[in-house]
């Protein structure tokens, strides 16, 4: 069996293990220590990944030094793709499939030339395959995988638009069931219904359009004269379509039941169910949800798109300070690690995110989740089922036979599976779990409320992260403002290193002025906002003496956590998002 690197003695690494010429360079300039860059060196080789992308992935590198080094000694020039803001139109020259697998982007057209930020520069066939498809030569820049990879995710609507749009064509030439086979959903028999395939357009058209406006939902809500159509985007509900006639709504309802093998005799009752498409080689979830009102049914259907989402922490939105802190408890052997805040709040996939950071064919990772919303290979995930008797507890009892070294929790609801996987982390496990409360320290409040013995929990409770989501301004109608003094003089006050020398050079903040591309909303996309509360010995006294939740923040701010609300004012400053979004996610303590 191998042996990890922290297994040999010091004195002998250096014979067994040669320092590479980038380590030798980042110990010199004083980047990291030579205990530091064993332990990454050791992460490494368990995850089966480059040094290069397990140092940037530590967050004690920066990019720029890794880039300037490799540069000079391949004598290519490199470039920073996080300060750049290529056209979509060039982007898209490259197929999304074909950039993900060769690690290229494209940066710009200056005449016969194509400029490519490359993984690996020196590719020469690589070169060839892009003139060949785009018909320019390259002209390359190095950059790094992480970067790449952040770059296309933050393009992929951009990719997705033109194929969509192409499909959007094909349904305005009333093909709409040669549509539904490109979608990989299988036709039904609709004979019944006096206009089958105008009812299999329209929801066609719904399932295209709510996925061209990256929407998490769609809601279907019948009124008295017709059925409104509002799609969620960015957290916010949005009507951006015409209301369906009610002659429609119904026959539109039962296309989406039959989708889902639900009754569609059944409208008394709400029923529940899911379908699949694929879309660019990526299959697509959709969780639907119908129920009677006084007008019809009513229908959500949930996006569930796990390829529009990117696990990795570095790119989440949280500060690189956090990460770092939270990093260090995912090497612990054992202990738990509490993700909270509202639905849709981005927990589960910060959660899959640190899964991603641990998962190696070396441990035994497990979940039990309700829905299971993420597919990760080597770890064996299990879907929680009330209705037959397989819940939580009675699966992490199972689970805990099996020998696992990580067990992920989808939501911890109630004492006996708090027990459990307290029980767990005290027999040596590394349990992650979620929570439904406003900030970090309410986690602790919640967990002894539910019957956890105090001294338990300070025993066992590593970290609480609390999570929100909010609105990142638009790019295309970017713009930049002087703020009104009093509420600069609030948020500097916070983060006095913001504050400017030169009377001539104001602070200034950003805001959206809403165009086309961001329905007018001045806003696309999300980004995530964190608190950090670590279990230290003052917390770990606070938990035993049951203090109120307000002692508990106060001793975790005192401990060096910045709070929701600092870290969203941060972004602000950043020009990242408006201080009324920020206000809107937080509250101020």
């Not at 279907?220 to 209301?243: H, K, N, W, Y």
Request: charged letters at 25%; hydrophobic letters at 40%; aromatic letters at 6%.
């Amino acid at each position: 069996m191998s042996r990890k690197l922290d297994e040999y003695p010091m004195d002998t690494l250096d014979q067994r293990f040669p320092l590479t010429s980038l380590e030798r360079h980042l110990l010199d300039i004083g980047a990291l220590d030579r205990v530091t860059l064993r332990k990454i060196q050791s992460q490494a080789l368990e995850r089966g990944v480059f040094i290069v992308e397990e140092l940037l992935e530590s967050g004690l590198v920066q990019e720029g030094d890794i880039l300037k080094f490799l540069s000079l000694k391949q004598d290519v020039p490199f470039v920073l793709l996080e300060q750049l803001e290529p056209n979509s139109e060039v982007v898209t020259l490259l197929e999304q499939d074909f950039c993900e697998h060769h690690s290229v982007f494209p940066i710009k057209v200056d005449g016969s030339y194509i400029h490519l930020a490359m993984a690996d520069p020196k590719d020469i066939a690589l070169r060839d395959s892009v003139r060949g498809i785009t018909g320019l030569s390259v002209r390359a820049y190095l950059s790094s995988k992480g970067a790449i990879k952040k770059k296309i995710f933050e393009y992929r609507p951009f990719y997705r638009k033109k194929i969509i749009d192409t499909l959007l064509e094909s349904v305005g030439q009333d093909q709409g069931i040669r549509l539904t086979r490109e979608l990989g959903i299988e036709i039904e028999d609709l004979k019944k219904l006096p206009e089958q395939t105008e009812v299999i357009r329209i929801v066609n058209l719904l399932i295209l359009q709510a996925l061209q406006v990256h929407a998490s939902d769609i809601h279907i809500m019948p009124t008295d004269i017709a059925s409104r159509v509002r799609f969620r985007v960015d957290g916010v509900l949005q009507e951006l379509i015409q209301p369906i006639p009610m002659d429609k709504s119904e026959q539109i309802v039962n296309r989406i039941k039959i989708l889902c093998d639900l009754d569609i005799t059944e409208r008394r009752l709400p029923q529940d169910g899911h379908f699949s498409i694929t879309l660019e080689g990526q299959p697509i979830d959709f969780r639907v949800v119908t129920s009677p009102t006084i007008y019809g049914e009513k229908a959500v259907l949930r996006v569930l798109d796990r390829s529009s989402t990117i696990l990795d922490m570095r790119h989440l939105g949280f500060s690189k300070d956090l990460i770092q802190k939270f990093r260090m408890h995912l090497t612990k052997p054992h202990g738990i690690l509490v993700m909270t805040g509202p639905t849709g709040s981005g927990k589960t996939t910060t959660l899959y995110s640190a899964l991603n950071i641990l998962n190696s064919k070396e441990k035994n990772i497990t979940t039990v989740e309700n829905p299971i919303e993420y597919r990760m290979d080597d770890i064996t995930q299990i879907q929680v089922q009330p209705e037959i008797g397989l819940t939580f507890a009675h699966c992490l009892r199972s689970i805990l036979r099996q020998d696992p070294d990580i067990i992920l929790i989808g939501e911890i609801r109630d004492l006996e599976t708090t027990e459990i996987a307290t029980r767990a982390s005290l027999t040596g496990h590394l349990v992650f779990a979620t929570l439904h409360t406003n900030d970090a320290a309410g986690a602790i409040t919640r967990l002894l409320d539910m019957g956890v013995e105090p001294y338990l929990m300070a025993s066992t409770l590593r970290c609480v992260l609390s999570q929100r989501l909010v609105r990142t301004i638009c790019k295309k109608c970017y713009t930049e403002y002087v703020p009104d003094e009093a509420l600069l003089e609030e948020i500097l006050e916070m983060y006095p290193e913001y504050r400017t020398e030169s009377v001539d050079e104001p602070v200034m903040l950003a805001y959206g002025k809403g165009c086309e591309t961001c329905f007018n909303s001045g806003f696309y996309g999300r980004t995530a906002i964190g608190e950090l509360l670590v279990t230290d010995d003052p917390i770990r006294q606070l938990i035993v003496d049951r203090a109120h939740t307000i002692k508990l923040e106060e001793a975790a701010i005192v401990g060096g956590m910045v709070s929701l609300h600092m870290d969203g004012i941060r972004k602000v400053l950043e020009k990242v998002t408006t201080y009324e979004e920020v206000m809107s996610q937080t509250e101020i303590g």
